[in-house]
């Protein structure tokens, strides 16, 4: 049996959820993004007694929440890397992508949460190359 989610049915139910959604928690890879976030639902929002509805809230809200702790964060160099982790007060994951010439740009910010939804340091946090830098994903 494999996990469910009727992303029409959240849209019919909740539509300010789902421009939220759309607005604030966007899949930069796809054209939608209900696969990114039925992914997401799929392997974190299962574990919430609640429904997909409550899980989505409750991410939406955790995502704004990291934003405003991350927007005063301008360094786009090497040095973000610690200064993301101490604006957030955790080790998080982070994923880069390589690109031409061998450098890495930073491709995802990885955030771990205990089941009660508070944020906590991800285990096995992954790091970038330390000369990995951060750009706009348009311009990458």
């Given at each position: 049996?494999?996990?469910?989610?009727?992303?029409?049915?959240l849209?019919?139910q909740?539509?300010?959820?789902?421009?939220?959604?759309?607005y604030?928690?966007p899949?930069?890879y796809?054209?939608?993004?209900?696969?990114?976030?039925?992914?997401n639902?799929?392997?974190?929002?299962t574990c919430?007694?609640?429904?997909?509805?409550a899980?989505f809230?409750k991410?939406?809200?955790?995502?704004?929440?990291?934003?405003?702790?991350l927007?005063?964060?301008?360094?786009?160099?090497?040095?973000?890397?610690k200064?993301?982790?101490?604006?957030?007060?955790?080790?998080?994951r982070?994923?880069?992508?390589?690109?031409?010439?061998?450098?890495?740009?930073?491709?995802?910010?990885g955030?771990c949460?205990d089941?009660?939804w508070?944020?906590?340091?991800?285990?096995?946090?992954?790091?970038?190359?330390?000369t990995?830098e951060?750009?706009?994903?348009?311009?990458?």
């Open positions: 049996m494999g996990c469910r989610v009727n992303f029409t049915e849209e019919e909740s539509p300010a959820l789902f421009d939220d959604l759309s604030n928690w899949s930069l796809n054209k939608g993004s209900e696969g990114f976030w039925k992914y639902y799929c392997k974190y929002g919430d007694p609640e429904s997909g509805t899980y809230k991410a939406l809200r955790e995502t704004k929440k990291v934003n405003e702790l927007k005063d964060v301008t360094d786009r160099g090497p040095g973000a890397f200064k993301i982790n101490t604006a957030l007060g955790v080790n998080v982070y994923w880069c992508r390589n690109v031409r010439g061998g450098a890495q740009i930073l491709e995802q910010i955030v949460y089941r009660d508070n944020m906590m340091d991800c285990p096995h946090a992954k790091m970038c190359a330390i990995a951060f750009t706009d994903y348009c311009s990458a």
